[in-house]
Each structure stands twice: as C-alpha cells, then as structure tokens.
C-alpha cells in the first residue's frame, strides 16, 4: 500500500493581469481640482500616470513652480535637458496632486518622505498641510511611465517593462515593488519600532499605458499597525 501523503495547499495568486482598476492621466498644465480621495475603508487607491516624454516646457514651468524651496535648488542646480525636466514634472506633479487634495498651495505642504532621522530608515510617505488630515503616497517610474498613488492609508505602487502582451513575470515585479514598498513604509512616522505588519491589504493591478505592467498594494486596517 502506498503511503498517504498530505495534499499540497493551493498557491495564493495575485490579481489577475488582466483585471486593471483605472487609473487618470495627470495634465500638469490643467487647472487645480480635488482629485476625490477615497475615504477610509474605501478599497481602492487615487492612481495617476504620467509620461515623461509627452511632458513638454509648459508642463515643466508648471511642475517647476510648484516646487517647494529646497526642490527649486535643486532644480536649479541641474543642467537643462531631460533630467531637470523630469525632477521637476514627477516631484512637481506630486505636489500638485496633494495640493489639490490638502487644499493648499503645493509649496506649503509638508512632503514627508526620506529617511527617518532617528533611524535612518524610510517611514510611511505622508503629505501633510496646517487644518487638513495628511494622505499617504507612493510613486514609481519605469521608463517613460510614472505612476502616483493617494491613499487613506499606506499605500504601495510599482511599475515594470512589460516584454509582451500579458507578460506574466512584469506583472509578478510589479506586484512585487508595490509590496515592498508598502511594506517599507508601513511603519508610522516617527514610530521607530521596525516593520509594520500589512495583513489586511487589496492588491490591484493598474490600468496603464503600452509597454508597461503596475500594481498597487494599499493597507485596509489603521497605518502602522498590524491587522
């Protein structure tokens, strides 16, 4: 008689690559709207994307101008070309968007994301301005393609080269970053205690341009805490 073996668990899938939440091209150059943040408990992310290559000089003295101070000198410092272009669209773009969530003039918010200073690790991205609840944020860039998430809650997004169509393994790194991003930050600012703890999180492949696959992962229980 052969011997019973115990069956092998089913694998835990990800989200299908073919089920994308939409995401809204970001105009850099268009009046200031409140993009409708999701409230609590919503079980999706605010998603943009934008293009580098379709960013021209208007959409550069636009995100240029909403730069904070010490963004302005570094833009300032860069040689103008692609480079500066780029610092100032993607860092201005952010800016934009948590403005016209906060309320506020983008060069007066509060863009908490570098390293904490007490333990040099990176702590949840939160936006903040003086009477508004601060939102959390996350981006990645890939090629030409960048990708913006506003969130309630700590929120991941990634983005990777697609080799063709329904590419499995772009869909997978994709995954993959947005995880480890919202993993990283998923300690509350200023807690320094180490990694949080994401058990209760919606994982979403995005709707993007050609040539690209991007996820976004976004806690569903309170920022920092395990669920």
Not at 38 to 48: N, Y
């Amino acid at each position: 008689m052969r011997e019973a073996r115990p069956l092998p668990l089913p694998m835990r899938l990800g989200p299908s690559p073919d089920r994308r939440v939409p995401a809204s091209a970001l105009d850099l150059t268009a009046p200031a709207e409140r993009p409708g943040l999701p409230a609590e408990g919503a079980e999706r992310a605010g998603l943009w994307t934008l293009l580098l290559t379709e960013q021209g000089p208007a959409a550069e003295a636009a995100g240029a101008a909403a730069l904070a101070a010490a963004e302005r000198g570094v833009y300032a410092g860069l040689e103008p070309g692609p480079i500066r272009r780029r610092f100032a669209v993607v860092r201005g773009g952010l800016r934009l968007l948590v403005s016209a969530r906060l309320g506020c003039p983008p060069d007066r918010i509060a863009v908490l994301d570098g390293a904490c200073p007490l333990c040099a690790r990176p702590h949840d991205s939160v936006a903040a301005a003086s009477g508004a609840a601060p939102v959390h944020f996350s981006w990645d860039r890939c090629g030409d393609l960048v990708v913006y998430a506003l969130s309630a809650t700590t929120v991941g997004a990634g983005v990777s080269p697609l080799a063709g169509r329904g590419d499995p393994d772009a869909a997978a790194a994709a995954r993959r970053t947005a995880r480890l991003t919202a993993g990283d930050r998923a300690v509350m600012r200023g807690g320094c205690t180490g990694p949080g703890i994401i058990a209760d999180r919606s994982v979403d492949m995005v709707a993007v341009p050609h040539g690209y696959a991007a996820a976004v992962v976004r806690h569903t229980g309170a920022a920092g805490q395990p669920s």
